[in-house]
Nanobody, 129 residues
Framework: VQLQASGGGLVGPGGSLRLSCAAS????????IGWFRQAPGKEREGVFC????????DFADSVKGRFTISRDDAKNTVYLQMNSLKPEDTAVYYC???????????????????????WGQGTQVTVSS
């Protein structure tokens, strides 16, 4: 099982980036994929998630209207499209997976809590002029 996050970089305020989370060793069906971020000196926070079982999503208020999530089953990849980026979006971004058949969330199929069972390496996003 492997998650490969990529797509980070340096972008100016108002710019866009698309992060990719490529999964290998399992298919996205029946897995939830979450995107998280951690800025220096701050706790890790959930940004966006998507369920492989029913396609439901959830997102943090701080990214509402700016970020979107999508899934390409053919490529076994989840994307996080980030638009209108702000300096406060600067962080290391991680993707994580949870097997919903073995470990279903309570009352939801997608969660921004960090209770995921497999984590990929992070990709740095820096928003600065």
């Amino acid at each position: 099982v492997q998650l490969q996050a990529s797509g980070g970089g340096l972008v100016g305020p108002g710019g866009s980036l698309r992060l990719s989370c490529a999964a290998s060793g399992f298919t996205l069906d029946y897995y939830a994929i979450g995107w998280f971020r951690q800025a220096p000196g701050k706790e890790r926070e959930g940004v966006f998630c998507i369920s492989g079982s029913d396609g439901s999503t959830d997102f943090a208020d701080s990214v509402k209207g700016r970020f979107t999530i999508s899934r390409d089953d053919a490529k076994n990849t989840v994307y996080l499209q980030m638009n209108s980026l702000k300096p406060e979006d600067t962080a290391v971004y991680y993707c994580a997976s949870r097997n919903l058949r073995l470990y279903p969330f309570f009352g939801t199929s997608c969660s921004l809590s960090d209770d995921y069972d497999f984590w990929g390496q992070g990709t740095q996003v820096t928003v600065s002029s």
